[in-house]
């Protein structure tokens, strides 16, 4: 699937080609997204007027979900099946939120999606606190600036290769450049795969692109908050195998936060079965969850 726009799906095919769909009503409530593999019937002509059905989606591999807000439990999907989440944040203008990027790769590891940071604007700021943050969570960190021939863009197109990936963050860092330097020909594909004709420099809704050379990339709309309401607590910890076995001799309903009475994480790590600093980021992580304000 390579868009969705007011009930028109648009995807590959892979004998006829682009085609335009609509959802059959056997799939009831479940949504097809972005990335979703499908199953379609009908009209396979790909023509202007051709309209065919999806009537499956086949298992998912992954899903990056989000709610509104925190305190709604409904999850909206966004992106199905892709491997790799690049949260992109800016160094300065506009500044970095560090609470915002904790959320997004909660909902990584709780989507079955890889994170990697690409921090943007190398020019007006320095990467290096930023950096060392996320460096106890072994999330990769890639550094860009605005050179046209600049090496941590072509580090980025070679970690993202043969994979698809999506891409999130605020609006204003760089995301729909970053977009047009990774895939040259975007304006171009984005015209051809929402069958509209006509590009756009700022991302309205999500949409994937080929990488050169082999790969997908999605492209998201900025956000200015990321609700994880039906995340749970568990979900994430699971992502931490070295923690998640201490935690499992924490009494029943720890939080794991910091300065919880009777929380096994500190005697853990004490004993060197973790590291301070994961334990640490795990908390921050958890306390991104928890937390009700964005």
């Not at 290096?128 to 969570?137: G, M, Q």
């Not at 009475?261 to 334990?279: K, P, T």
Request: contains cysteine; aromatic residues 2%; charged residues 25%.
């Amino acid at each position: 699937m390579l868009s969705v726009d007011r009930g028109r799906y648009r995807l590959r095919h892979a004998e006829a080609g682009l085609l335009t769909a609509v959802r059959a009503r056997e799939l009831g409530r479940r949504g097809v997204v972005v990335g979703d593999r499908v199953a379609v019937v009908g009209d396979l002509a790909g023509g202007p007027d051709a309209l065919a059905r999806i009537v499956r989606i086949e298992p998912r591999t992954s899903l990056l979900r989000r709610t509104p807000d925190d305190s709604d439990p409904v999850e909206r999907a966004v992106v199905a099946n892709a491997e790799v989440l690049v949260v992109v944040t800016a160094l300065a203008d506009p500044v970095p939120r560090p609470r915002l990027v904790d959320r997004c790769l909660v909902a990584a590891y709780d989507g079955g999606l890889v994170p990697v940071l690409c921090l943007t604007k190398r020019d007006l700021a320095d990467p290096a606190e930023l950096i060392a943050l996320y460096e106890p969570l072994g999330v990769e960190a890639i550094v860009t600036g605005p050179g046209t021939d600049d090496a941590g863009v072509e580090l980025l197109r070679q970690r993202l290769a043969g994979r698809t990936s999506v891409l999130f963050g605020q609006s204003g860092v760089g995301k729909s450049t970053l977009v047009n330097r990774l895939v040259p020909d975007a304006f171009r594909a984005v015209g051809e795969v929402t069958g509209v004709g006509k590009g756009r420099h700022t991302s309205s809704s999500a949409v994937a692109l080929p990488l050169p050379g082999g790969g997908t990339v999605v492209d998201t709309p900025g956000i200015r908050s990321f609700g994880l309401g039906a995340v749970t607590a568990e979900r994430v910890l699971a992502a931490f195998p070295d923690l998640a076995e201490g935690a499992q001799l924490c009494p029943p309903g720890c939080t794991h936060l910091d300065g919880v009475v009777g929380c096994a994480l500190d005697g853990w790590a004490e004993q060197g079965r973790a590291s301070d600093a994961r334990l640490v980021s795990l908390r921050r992580l958890l306390a991104a969850l928890a937390a009700q304000d964005e």
